[in-house]
């Protein structure tokens, strides 16, 4: 991979963590991932105006992607209800690495080389040690996590093939951010009610603003998928992780401890490795 690629990823990576961090501390997290789609719907609109119609195959790939993560959207909220940022995180994000990898190789066949593959199980294992022991998350937390971590990994493997349908990935990026979007207001209609939203509030800013972060970590993930293979992309971007338990000891008062400290080292090691 290139090391315009792995910037790519890493930019994703810390916008992912940052986002998270915005859902983690709001008071109505499936009100503010539903807001955080209206800012989704409101950049892609132009972008999706100035290229043409993707084709019928690009429509299944879009359809197919927005619905995943609107079923991934829906199961964090879940998951956030009883359980930290530095323990509900980690456990979504440490299950994807190795699945993308499997499913692209599945899929498209892509292959990987035996520094990459390395890279990728150390930062599945570096991520997943950092829920384990005596202060983990509630078991109902833990579940709807790892169900997340699927959802995450089955839209990625999509991703990473649907890209290359249309002729331009910012394109592609933009109708999955519109029918997300359009998608997550209809699910929360049919679980909530009409949406509301009073400008004026801040937890509409915090929410709107989160939204940006979703757009940047979407969007540059994706050019980074037309440039590269999904796994080693998408194990880099699981450096997330260590970005998430700074956010959350610095800005949500988590501790730090030096197992977590180690993980995250160990996740930078697989990075690095996957980057060779």
Do not use: C
Not at 105 to 118: D, K, P, Y
Not at 224 to 235: D, E, K, N, Q
């Amino acid at each position: 991979m290139t090391p315009t690629v792995i910037a790519l990823a890493l930019t994703a990576a810390i916008m992912h963590a940052s986002w998270n961090a915005f859902l983690r501390s709001g008071a109505d997290r499936l009100w503010s991932i539903t807001v955080m789609g209206i800012t989704g719907i409101v950049a892609a609109l132009p972008v999706m105006l100035w290229y043409p119609l993707p084709s019928l195959t690009g429509f299944a790939f879009i359809l197919g992607s927005s619905l995943l993560q609107v079923a991934y959207s829906i199961f964090l909220v879940f998951a956030y209800r009883l359980g930290d940022l530095g323990q509900v995180y980690p456990i979504v994000r440490g299950s994807v690495p190795l699945l993308v990898s499997l499913g692209g190789f599945l899929i498209s066949g892509q292959v990987l080389g035996t520094s990459q593959i390395a890279g990728v199980v150390l930062v599945a294992i570096g991520i997943m040690s950092l829920s384990l022991g005596q202060n983990r998350a509630p078991t109902s937390s833990i579940l709807w996590a790892l169900l997340t971590g699927l959802i995450i990994a089955t839209y990625a493997t999509v991703d990473s093939n649907g890209v290359k349908s249309l002729s331009d990935p910012k394109a592609y990026a933009a109708w999955v951010l519109f029918t997300y979007g359009t998608l997550l207001i209809l699910a929360y209609t049919l679980m909530r009610g009409r949406l509301r939203i009073d400008l004026k509030d801040r937890e509409a800013h915090k929410a709107l603003l989160a939204g940006i972060f979703v757009l940047i970590a979407y969007g540059v993930v994706i050019i980074a998928y037309s440039l590269g293979p999904a796994g080693p992309i998408t194990a880099i971007r699981e450096t997330s992780v260590v970005f998430a338990m700074l956010i959350g000891s610095v800005f949500l008062g988590e501790k730090l401890t030096p197992k977590r400290i180690l993980a995250g080292l160990i996740v930078a090691a697989g990075a690095i490795a996957i980057g060779r």
